[in-house]
């Protein structure tokens, strides 16, 4: 009973919140409520096969966070509601093709470093290098899960990918606001610039990662999408680029399939099963977990899993290994035995950490950054031919927004020194790289 109820709560706070925005798919209270939503709907056509028995509480956590982003938005409206919306006429941002071709050299000379690293791990640890998809799985198994042996083997990682990998990045993630700005502005598609973002997404698959492939994408999505309405003045939702935003969605679920043999990971699963997992299978653990917790606070020391990322740094430098805390990320099954993985989404660690009401202010928090930026990127003027970094850095963040039926994404990353790092290195590479030209806003 619980969970249909929750699928209809969320299904009317989700027709609200269109009509408050206008039919605005890509606000952050519909980004928000969305993944729930399908969680929900999903978690209900495997009721059966995994005997899910839902619970109040999970209900109540839902709905609130849902309604607390309906409240912020309706503020946000409020605060807003006498701006009208800035149109303006883009002009390319340019960057030297020396520039560019110096740093698809670097990147890929920062990835045969990173290469090198895995075969030392892979040799330190069963003795030979396997196939480049044997060791990415190993070091992302290694990382995730074998914490302790990871770090005993104490593998020192090359200097020039530990120099390396954070300009690469930046760079990286700039030539995507760049490459989709200036299709935007002038219908143009530098195919230097497409291989940038290819040699990006390489290095992410190097890395035993998936995620960050569709944070570059969710990326491209929000920065067309906002660019493209205030220099077109469209106030109200496209249903064409909304039809494309889902065939996007879709083929890049296909992709990810994909990757997981590339990775070297198996994949031998029942369709659905694997699609339960990953679109069902969060809200069924967190239920799970909070059915039979009390609801306090489980942390050790102030957000120890919520900021886990930052202590993890912390203990790094400082040597307190006192500060690297266990993942609490464990594999779980369903009431009927049947594994459906480790994933609980976001509210796991806040309960975890904080308790019942610890989860509100942070949910509150996270509200008010995305709606707020995002009404404001939407009425602001935007210079024609630069990087507009409060856009950069929404559109970067939007994914966490996303994956928030996943995992604690958003605090894990905001508190991960390698997100600072990303976005002081793109801030430099624009003030290095990209050329001075002065254009007029028009009005």
Not at 109 to 135: D, N, P
Not at 165 to 182: A, E
Not at 419 to 439: D, Q, T, W
Request: net charge positive.
């Amino acid at each position: 009973m619980f969970l249909y109820l929750l699928v209809f709560s969320l299904l009317l706070i989700l027709i609200f919140n269109f009509l408050v925005v206008n039919f605005d798919y890509m606000h952050p209270s519909i980004l928000f409520v969305i993944p729930f939503l399908v969680f929900g709907i999903t978690s209900i056509l495997g009721e059966n096969a995994y005997k899910i028995l839902f619970h109040e509480e999970t209900l109540v956590v839902i709905v609130s966070s849902a309604l607390i982003f309906t409240l912020v938005t309706l503020l946000s409206q409020t605060f807003y509601k006498a701006k009208d919306q800035s149109c303006i006429a883009l002009t390319e941002i340019k960057i030297s093709k020396s520039v560019t071709l110096f740093f698809i050299i670097f990147f890929i000379i920062t990835q045969l470093a990173f290469i090198k690293y895995l075969q030392a791990i892979s040799v330190a640890h069963l003795g030979y290098a396997g196939s480049l998809g044997e060791m990415i799985s190993l070091y992302d198994v290694m990382t995730k899960f074998w914490t302790d042996i990871f770090r005993e083997l104490d593998v020192p990682i090359p200097l020039l990918y530990r120099v390396g990998n954070p300009i690469t990045q930046g760079f990286g993630y700039l030539i995507v606001y760049v490459f989709v700005h200036n299709y935007v502005a002038v219908k143009k598609v530098d195919k230097l610039h497409l291989i940038i973002i290819l040699l990006l997404c390489f290095n992410i698959i190097l890395n035993g990662s998936r995620s960050p492939i569709f944070r570059i994408i969710t990326m491209i999505l929000v920065i067309f999408y906002i660019l493209y309405n205030k220099k077109n003045n469209v106030k109200k939702g496209n249903l064409k680029f909304l039809f494309k935003t889902i065939l996007i969605i879709m083929f890049s679920g296909v992709f990810f399939i994909f990757l997981l043999s590339l990775m070297g990971r198996e994949n031998n699963l029942e369709l659905f099963h694997y699609i339960f997992v990953y679109i069902g299978a969060p809200l069924v653990n967190l239920d799970n977990y909070l059915a039979f917790e009390s609801g306090v606070s489980r942390s050790s020391i102030f957000g120890e899993q919520t900021f886990r990322g930052a202590y993890a740094y912390i203990a790094k430098w400082s040597g307190d290994d006192s500060l690297i805390f266990p993942t609490i990320d464990q594999f779980t099954f369903s009431n009927n035995g049947i594994e459906i993985g480790n994933v609980y989404t976001t509210f796991y660690s806040f309960i975890y950490d904080f308790g019942y009401f610890g989860f509100i202010p942070l949910i509150l928090i996270i509200a008010l950054y995305y709606i707020f930026t995002y009404q404001k990127l939407k009425v602001r003027k935007i210079q024609s031919n630069k990087v507009d970094f409060s856009l950069f850095l929404y559109a970067y963040l939007i994914n966490d927004l996303i994956m928030s039926a996943f995992s604690n994404r958003f605090y894990a990353t905001v508190s991960d020194v390698s997100f600072f790092k990303i976005i002081a290195f793109s801030y430099i590479c624009h003030l290095l790289f990209v050329r001075r030209i002065k254009h007029k806003v028009i009005l």
